[in-house]
């Protein structure tokens, strides 16, 4: 299968120089391997390798010996590695020696030195609209962060493609497959999860039915604020099952542990009145994908519940500005005050700059999002907090313009980073 760049090579690139060792972390089969062997000079698989556990006996800097960078897949299968590689990197003192790539956090319980001064993390994700090739990338966040304006663009986008593609998700291996072979990759996905995954990472048997109620519960409230204790009770009154809030908990930070959620933490920011910010953070899967597997949805059920697909396509959106704001060393938040004012999404750069953002599948809710847009920018307090460089609306409308009160509204199908290597290849 022909490797398709990734976004996060640029990041790969810049820390490989900064650092002696790289951390590559994100959930299983999300390209971790494909894109580390696109940088390593040679490779070590430390789940597959069965002298590994022998030769972690007699001598573990055996494992370090080869070609730099030298790429330790699953490392965390031998989380003993990160000292000796830790350790290495000093000796050395040289830079880009080692890339560890991992699918799963180790223990907590595993006493690992921090690696400060040695270690830089990339975090990845599954694909974007832009590395699949949906998006045309047109509609930068480079360009959104700076309030640049845009041409009309119009391309073609259909309720029922952008559901098909959610349901087959950003996983590399899937991009060429039927959507049906999809679906059943993805429930498997799930079942894996629950039945192998949950208990590996944490040595303790857990229960697969009540992995599966917990994973439909989540999903039935993705992109929404949702406490453990009202999980509790969908799970009760949904799922008809008995899940403590502890045990809750307990399989929250085991699927955390395994990077299958996200959050999206609360925009903290200074507003003229005297309202109160909601500091709850919003919950996502990995990739939309997953939440409808576990909730085994077909494409003919969800297009007959688009107020559903609404939240979905939010999850999705998510996904796709997070990574374009990383590569805009910017990270991606959620507004929301005591009066029930609420923003979708707020992207803002370390040096300050923001833009805001509200989701809307189609095309029907457009003037109620930038009234909502316009109501917040005039909550801000300019004397304390910098004005939004742009109000923006993301949509499953193959349409892109400027409206007339100054709101972008903007095709997902539009949106994209600038693609350094990209851009390169293609001679721009």
């Known amino acids: 299968m022909t490797y398709l760049h990734r976004i996060v090579e640029s990041e790969i690139e810049s820390k490989l120089r900064a650092s002696g060792a790289l951390l590559i972390k994100g959930p299983k089969s999300c390209g971790k391997t494909e894109t580390a062997k696109q940088f390593a000079k040679s490779i070590l698989q430390v789940d597959r390798d069965e002298q590994v556990p022998i030769i972690m006996g007699i001598d573990p800097k055996i494992l370090l010996t080869g070609e730099t960078p030298r790429l330790l897949d699953e490392w965390q299968e031998q989380?003993?590695?990160w000292n000796y590689v830790r350790h290495e990197v000093?000796?050395?003192?040289?830079k880009g020696q080692f890339i560890l790539t991992g699918s799963a956090n180790p223990d907590e319980e595993i006493k690992l030195h921090s690696g400060a001064g040695r270690f830089t993390i990339v975090e990845m994700q599954t694909m974007?609209?832009?590395e699949m090739g949906y998006s045309s990338g047109q509609l930068s966040m480079s360009k959104i962060l700076v309030g640049k304006s845009f041409p009309f663009i119009e391309v073609e986008l259909s309720v029922e493609l952008?559901?098909?593609?959610?349901?087959?998700?950003?996983?590399?291996?899937?991009?060429?497959?039927?959507?049906?072979?999809?679906?059943?990759?993805?429930?498997s996905y799930i079942d894996l999860l629950a039945d192998?995954?949950?208990?590996?990472?944490?040595y303790v048997k857990r229960d697969p039915q009540k992995v599966r109620s917990l994973l439909r519960s989540v999903a039935r409230n993705v992109a929404t604020l949702v406490d453990n204790s009202t999980l509790e009770k969908d799970i009760k009154t949904v799922e008809d099952a008995d899940v403590s809030r502890p045990t809750i908990i307990e399989y929250l930070d085991a699927l955390s542990?395994?990077?299958?959620?996200?959050?999206?933490?609360?925009f903290n920011t200074h507003i003229r009145s005297a309202n109160s910010l909601r500091k709850s953070p919003k919950r996502h899967f990995c990739d939309v994908s997953l939440a409808i597997a576990a909730l085994k949805h077909t494409k003919e059920a969800l297009m007959k519940d688009l107020k559903f697909c609404g939240f979905l396509f939010e999850s999705l959106v998510y996904h796709e500005l997070k990574m374009y704001a990383r590569a805009n060393d910017a990270q991606v938040y959620h507004y929301r005050d005591s009066t029930g004012l609420e923003i979708d999404a707020v992207v803002q750069q370390s040096g300050g700059a923001w833009a805001a953002f509200e989701v809307k599948l189609g095309i029907g809710m457009h003037d109620e999002a930038a009234v909502n847009l316009l109501n917040f920018s005039n909550v801000i307090d300019s004397t304390k907090s910098i004005r939004p460089a742009s109000l923006n609306i993301i949509t499953g409308s193959g349409m892109s313009y400027t409206r007339p009160d100054g709101v972008n509204v903007i095709s997902i199908a539009s949106l994209g980073p600038p693609h350094k290597r990209q851009a390169a290849m293609s001679g721009k």
């Not at 959507?179 to 993805?186: S, T």
């Not at 192998?196 to 944490?202: A, F, G, K, P, T």
């Not at 542990?257 to 609360?266: G, H, N, S, W």
């Open 79 to 81: 989380p003993k590695l």
């Open 90 to 94: 000093d000796e050395r003192k040289s």
């Open 128 to 130: 974007s609209w832009q």
């Open 162 to 187: 952008i559901i098909e593609r959610m349901i087959k998700g950003g996983w590399p291996a899937l991009i060429n497959v039927s959507l049906e072979d999809a679906i059943l990759l993805n429930r």
């Open 196 to 202: 192998i995954d949950m208990s590996r990472v944490s």
């Open 257 to 266: 542990r395994l990077m299958i959620f996200e959050e999206q933490p609360a």
